[in-house]
Structures are given as C-alpha cells and as structure tokens.
C-alpha cells in the first residue's frame, strides 16, 4: 500500500498502483526477483511490450484502464475515432488551454503530473533514493563535469504512476541543450522497488539534458524509464526558444520518473513538500502546478 500527501485536499491518500499484487511479488520474493533479475528488467521486455501497445489490438484495454484508475477523460484531447492503440491513450494530450500556468516568473512549477519527493542542500555525492539507500549525481548523469555546480542546490523527483498524464513540459522559458541518453535496465520506480534495488535510478534507461533558464539558471532534466516504458520521446527544439509550459516529450506506456536538479539559491521549494518528503511522504501534484518560487 502506498499512501501520498494530497496538497489540495490537505489529506492522504492511498494511491492506486496497477498490478500492485504482482509488483509487490516480484520485489519481496526470491522466485520473483530471479524472473525480474532473467526477464523483466531486459530491453527486449520492454520492447515487446512496447510493441503490442503500438498494436491496433491494444486499444480494447483501454476503456478497462480508465474505468479501473477513474481517470478523467474531459480535459484530453481525444481524436474523432477515439485513440487507436492503448500508447496513444497512454501519450495522450491535454486540450488546448486545460492546462493552466501561472504567468508570475517567480513561481517555479512542476514539469509533469505524478508524486514528487524535494530535497533541499543537497549533497551531490549522497542523493536519496530512499532512506538508507543513496547514489551520486555523477553515477545518474554518467559524468562527472557538471555535478558540483548543482552542489548545495535542489533536487525534485517526480514519480510518474501509469495513470498519470506522461507529457513532460519546460518550467521556465530559455533554451535546452541536446540528449545526453544512457542505456541501462527497466526495473520498476515503485516505491517498493525503490527500497529493493541498490542505485536504481542509475541502472535503468535515462536521458538529460540542461535547460538554461530565464528565471531558476541551468536547470539539469533526467528521464528515467522504468518497467515496460517502450521509449522515452524528445520533441523540443534543441538549442531553440521555449516557453514556459511548452511541451519537452513524453513517455511511451509504463510508470517512469523526471528528476530535476537546480542550483543554489535560485530556487524556495514549497514547506508543504519538504515537509511531507522529510517524513518520507510524496505529494501529488499536478502538471503547471506551483511547487517553489525564487
């Protein structure tokens, strides 16, 4: 069972989890963890998955989804003939002008849907994946010649569920520099895997890139994927103008994550967050959300 802090309601909640019965068996047995370990951590999983979700025959799963996770269908934007595969429900789009960002340069907002854990001052060597378990910002990005300018900043990580909307946006206008992409596994990002697998996010698949900001200075993106995410899509123009809110990529289907890293002293994350991520809670939050400001 996973419970997160809901910041509009002020409760907390217990978040569905797709297959939670499953995941929980994998992760918490020694059966479980051999096929993990065999099959499902693999590329070729994933891709196979990945490829019946491309499939014509995937979309019959997808009013079942919708129905099972209470996802709201009155804000996507919805092709004339419905969507013809389960991933093109998945990516799906907001309609035009749902998505509400606040035009206060000030407010630093959240680039996606999901839950997210802050973390103040960091130390770039000893990031937290989950207590008791840490890795490095060299290790994640795969190099070690940008790491100690993010030293003492901020990081967000922001665990996107299935459910969730998997479009990724900018948080500030400026300029994004090319993908960096490293290959690695697919384990799931699930809390419960989170607390079994040393330095996950630094072995499964991932991308990054800077962008270098009006507002918050170079801000360091990390995709991750996680179980059964086909690809990670960039759809930014490199190196070109973008504003806040435009759209940076998305994930095709399965849970994933986005990691932000922010220099010090450019950025206040909400108390509310750091509150509930100091007792080990995530918050909920929604896409174009305020979550710190300068």
Request: charged fraction near 25%.
């Amino acid at each position: 069972m996973i419970n997160f802090y809901n910041r509009k309601t002020g409760k907390y909640e217990v978040e569905q989890v797709a297959g939670e019965s499953y995941i929980n068996w994998i992760y918490s047995s020694p059966l479980g963890m051999k096929f993990l370990e065999l099959f499902l951590k693999k590329k070729m999983t994933s891709r196979i998955f990945g490829y019946y979700c491309d499939k014509a025959i995937s979309k019959t799963k997808i009013q079942k989804f919708v129905d099972e996770f209470k996802v709201d269908m009155s804000c996507f934007d919805i092709p004339e003939k419905g969507y013809k595969t389960f991933n093109e429900f998945f990516y799906r789009k907001f309609q035009k002008g749902k998505i509400q960002i606040t035009s206060d340069k000030n407010s630093f907002i959240s680039p996606c849907e999901g839950k997210v854990l802050a973390y103040e001052n960091i130390d770039v060597k000893r990031l937290i994946q989950i207590k008791g378990i840490t890795y490095s910002l060299a290790e994640l990005i795969g190099s070690d010649t940008i790491d100690s300018s993010y030293a003492g900043g901020s990081c967000l990580i922001f665990r996107l569920c299935p459910s969730d909307y998997h479009r990724i946006h900018f948080v500030d206008h400026g300029t994004c520099s090319p993908t960096t992409k490293i290959k690695g596994f697919y384990y799931s990002v699930n809390p419960t895997s989170l607390s079994r697998i040393n330095k996950i996010f630094c072995s499964n698949k991932r991308e990054w890139s800077i962008l270098s900001s009006e507002n918050f200075g170079e801000i360091l993106y990390v995709e991750v994927g996680a179980t059964f995410v086909g690809s990670i899509i960039q759809t930014y123009p490199i190196n070109e103008i973008v504003k806040r809110g435009d759209e940076k990529g998305y994930f095709k289907f399965g849970g994933s994550t986005v990691i932000l890293f922010l220099k010090k002293d450019v950025c206040k994350i909400d108390k509310d967050i750091l509150d509930q991520t100091s007792e080990g809670m995530e918050c909920s939050v929604s896409m174009g959300e305020r979550i710190g400001s300068r």
